[in-house]
């Protein structure tokens, strides 16, 4: 699907034509995502209520890294998070299978999503009794949740570039 832009909207191209976020930026939320190391699990019903140090769910804190980095967007847990990105209401894309994950992308797993912290890790708020930390990828991998894929965020891109 490819959406018309219109003049002085800001856009999130649903298709590889904008501006990922850059690694090094990536590192910087990295950093951000180890101020939740310790944060206790807590299924909230609207994730966009985590908060740091106090509780979260695995949507919820990637979003609330995302937010407290300065990247803003629209919260979607992880049963959602894939259309709406595929929509472009989110501004995230999915990797083509030969692109490589870097710090930061978001990590989509069938009932899940984490952060990619590199070197095939992810930070990840998980379950109660397992407060936010780091993990393998495959640590989330089970007979009742795949991966789907690893989601980048796009800059956005204004009509006037």
Known sequence: M?????P????FPTLNNGRGLPATEG???LLKGRDWFGTNYAPINEGSKAEMQVAADCSGSVHGIYVQGGYDYSYRNS???ADA???GDIPFRKLDVYEVPQAADVVLYTAHMSMYSENNHVFSAHREGMPFGEFTTS???TPN???I???RYQLPVSSGQ
Do not use: D, P
């Open 2 to 6: 490819i959406r018309a832009l219109i």
């Open 8 to 11: 002085g909207v800001i856009h």
């Open 27 to 29: 590192r910087q939320l």
């Open 79 to 81: 049963k959602n998070f």
């Open 85 to 87: 990105a595929t929509q």
């Open 139 to 141: 640590y989330f991998i």
């Open 145 to 147: 949740s795949k991966l």
């Open 149 to 151: 894929g690893y989601y």
